[in-house]
């Protein structure tokens, strides 16, 4: 993370905070989350190097940017084409050639390359969308924000075992902009 110059993905106002643990706007009404919770996000994948990761939500690209710091490869989905682009340009810029972004309703996960390593959903969910945890590889983690409202929230890992069994943990209470999605997940 200390790689990552954050303030790269953030409004020009907003650079002076950049590096205090708060989320900031990244407009068309979204938000970048706390450094903290990227980093607790990002430590419940336990990334390897080796690792494939899928990201949902890629707003100003920053925690694709620290999951490329941590990983092989990097395909995040963004449902707001203004803010992916933005993201994609940026990402570029700074010379993160292995993130891919797509805007498309990421709860449909980006099917072209699964399996996934590793899926980090940054938006919440009501369900945890089935195109998801389809796409996780034998020995994945899903790393999702999951309840209704603002203050249900509960940062969930799932996990697929090498036999394919699905499971689920409950971790930190969690604050997420909604995953919005044509799909009944
Ligand atoms: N990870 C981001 C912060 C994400 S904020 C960062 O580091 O900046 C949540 C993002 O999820 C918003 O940009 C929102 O537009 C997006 N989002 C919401 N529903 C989505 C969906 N179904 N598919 C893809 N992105 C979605």
Same mark, same amino acid.
Request: glycine share 8%; aromatic share 4%; net charge negative.
């Given at each position: 993370m200390a790689r990552v110059p954050r303030h790269e993905f953030v @409004?020009?106002?907003?650079? @002076?905070y950049s590096?205090?643990?708060? &989320? =900031?706007?990244?407009? /068309?009404? /979204?938000?970048?989350? /706390? &450094?903290y919770i990227v980093a607790a996000m990002t430590q419940m994948l336990r990334p390897r190097k080796d690792m494939? +990761? =899928?990201? +949902?939500?890629?707003?100003c690209g920053y925690q694709a940017a620290v999951l490329a710091e941590c990983v092989a490869e990097v395909w995040t989905v963004e449902r707001i084409p203004e803010l992916a682009e933005a993201a994609a340009a940026r990402l570029e810029q700074l010379g993160y050639s292995? +993130?891919?972004?797509?805007?498309?309703?990421g709860a449909l996960g980006w099917p072209e390359h699964a399996p996934y390593d590793g899926i980090l959903v940054t938006a919440a969910a009501g369900n945890i969308p089935a195109? =998801? +945890?389809?796409?996780?590889?034998p020995g994945g983690r899903m790393v999702i924000p999951v309840g209704v409202g603002r203050y249900e929230q509960v940062l969930t890992l799932v996990t697929r075992n090498e036999d394919g069994e699905i499971s689920e943990e409950r971790g930190l209470p969690v604050a997420f902009v909604p995953l919005i999605t044509g799909k009944k997940g």
């Open positions: @409004p020009r106002w907003d650079q @002076p590096y205090e643990n708060r &989320p =900031l706007s990244i407009g /068309q009404g /979204q938000t970048i989350s /706390q &450094p494939r +990761v =899928l990201e +949902v939500g890629t707003g292995n +993130v891919h972004v797509k805007a498309a309703d195109a =998801l +945890v389809d796409q996780l590889a």
